[in-house]
């Protein structure tokens, strides 16, 4: 029988169901599954565990989540002297992808760094823009900038003052206000997409209030989401969200996306087995 090692965090504070349904998927497939916390990645006698078991014995592991942030690089180190070909997301997925950084030729004009002044002028040449923190989830910290308001402020509190901290400033997209659409990528196969209208006109995450509707992908944001995908199977994602607007890319999640059950409130039909089916195939 195969078997699959989930790593989990504190499920009370679960954005989304996938420590559910993701578990639930693979035995209902006929995997042997078994949940460990993050935490559990050790070194025993010069050797890497997950808690007491050898890796070898795991077909797959996947990390859902980051785990605790003051854990995370020692247990990235860790994950990184396993067999690499095991994981669903791999150690360097979860430590380089995560940022908004990867593919900047498909997403809206783009500016980063932690100079605030050298940001603030960007802003000053014109148009409106949008101010985001540059590994931030559901829209946390996300500021609208309007041609004439005064960044100062905003760009400020989001580098954290004397701690410098990296921003990115991104050229507004008025489509946003239309929806962005989010599509779930397992394995090498397109699992659904459904469109997030914001209800601010900006932040389109449903849990900042924005409201899910059916879509289909056009014919450009098609080729768009297929390249993506194509590049997340060579860069060791299995599983990942792909969200879009206005033909452009707006950001990849690969650390442990929603939509599954979004999907299902949608369209009416659970897509979990369809995207365990894809990733027992890419494996």
């Not at 397992?186 to 995450?205: E, F, K, M, T």
């Not at 390249?227 to 879009?244: I, N, R, S």
Request: aromatic content about 8%; hydrophobic content about 45%; charged content about 20%.
């Amino acid at each position: 029988m195969s078997e699959i090692a989930f790593l989990l965090g504190d499920v009370a504070e679960a954005r989304n169901d996938n420590h559910l349904r993701l578990p639930a998927g693979f035995r209902a497939a006929g995997w042997r599954v078994t949940e460990l916390p993050h935490d559990c990645v050790n070194i025993n006698n010069g050797s890497p565990r997950l808690g007491p078991w050898d890796p070898d014995q795991f077909d797959l592991i996947w990390p859902l989540g980051f785990g605790r942030q003051l854990s995370f690089f020692d247990r990235m180190q860790l994950l990184q002297l396993l067999d690499q070909s095991r994981f669903v997301n791999t150690p360097d997925a979860l430590v380089y992808l995560h940022g908004k950084y990867r593919w900047l030729d498909s997403m809206p004009e783009t500016h980063a760094g932690n100079d605030v002044q050298a940001l603030a002028a960007v802003i000053a040449g014109g148009g409106d823009w949008v101010l985001k923190p540059p590994a931030g989830s559901y829209g946390r910290d996300v500021r609208l900038i309007r041609e004439g308001d005064d960044p100062g402020p905003a760009l400020a509190a989001l580098a954290g003052g004397e701690q410098a901290l990296y921003c990115i400033v991104q050229r507004y997209l008025p489509e946003i206000t239309r929806g962005e659409t989010r599509t779930l990528i397992a394995g090498a196969d397109i699992v659904g997409s459904y469109l997030r209208i914001p209800a601010d006109g900006l932040l389109a995450n449903l849990s900042s209030d924005g409201e899910p509707a059916a879509t289909a992908l056009d014919a450009t944001t098609l080729r768009l989401v297929q390249t993506v995908a194509e590049d997340l199977q060579t860069l060791g994602v299995g599983f990942a969200a792909v969200d879009t607007a206005g033909g452009y890319l707006m950001e990849v999640n690969i650390a442990n996306p929603g939509g599954l059950g979004t999907l299902e409130s949608v369209y009416g039909k659970d897509p979990t087995a369809a995207a365990v089916a894809a990733i027992i195939a890419q494996h």
